[in-house]
């Protein structure tokens, strides 16, 4: 039987919505990405190479400009973890662009029971995932 | 008459416990470093060009080789920018290392009344702080 952990509970639902982030990119749907979004916490965002951005209207900009470009590759999300911290989560994963690997942190809020991006922060990882790491998959942390 | 608004108060504390972290990187302590960060919470790292680090022991690792490295320059945070979650904050600034300049997030969690570490990530900015943004200093969001 499935482990009725409540971490892992947690920890599933966090996922979810990390993977729908991708999933939103990938679809480069907006309305998808406005909706993982806090509209109650101050959000931010760091894109690779980009300066900080705050305030919600500048970083739904910056993604209807990615999501809008033809130039945004598929982004495959691998290995990610996730840390627990109550009302917050954090997932640090690897995102792979074709050949091309970021190393990505995803900052969660619990909002009236659902987990929202509050900060995405991508930047070029020299390596990526280990061979010997277990396949993209549901690893959790504490 | 300085304000006394209470948003105000907070941020000062997190932006102290910033730029506590750039000093300990600048003078090298790794004491001060091992005793900003939380031992209660689970803590991650993702330095520049390297795979996310999660542990608290691979994160204390990293600073030390860091710290102990005479390649490791002087880091000056500029522009930091706060984001209130109510017991976390998050730092947003620009890592200006001689010539290079990084976007960096630094995420803190309030325990026993003081702000810890529990994230840093640091990659590489195309550009630094605008000329006609304020001198680094004590902006804060919402």
Redesign the interface.
């Given at each position: 039987m499935p482990s009725a952990n409540p971490a892992a509970i947690v920890a599933d639902a966090v996922l979810g919505a990390n993977q729908a982030f991708y999933d939103a990119l990938n679809a480069r749907d907006l309305d998808a990405m406005d909706a993982l979004w806090s509209r109650i916490?101050?959000?931010?965002c760091?894109h690779?190479?980009?300066?900080?951005l705050?305030?919600r209207d500048n970083v739904m900009q910056s993604f209807r400009a990615i999501l809008g470009s033809r130039d945004t590759p598929e982004i495959l999300c691998q290995d990610p973890?996730v840390?627990?911290?109550?009302?917050?989560a954090?997932v640090?994963?690897?995102e792979r662009l074709g050949e091309a690997v970021l190393?990505?942190?995803n900052?969660f809020?619990l909002e009236e029971g659902i987990w929202r991006l509050?900060?995405h922060?991508?930047?070029?990882?020299?390596?990526?995932?280990e061979p010997d790491l277990p396949p993209p998959g549901r690893r959790q942390?504490?």
């Open positions: 916490s101050p959000v931010a760091i690779p190479g980009w300066a900080p705050t305030e973890q840390l627990l911290w109550g009302e917050f954090l640090v994963c690897f190393a990505a942190a900052t809020r509050v900060h922060q991508a930047g070029p990882a020299a390596e990526g995932p942390l504490h």
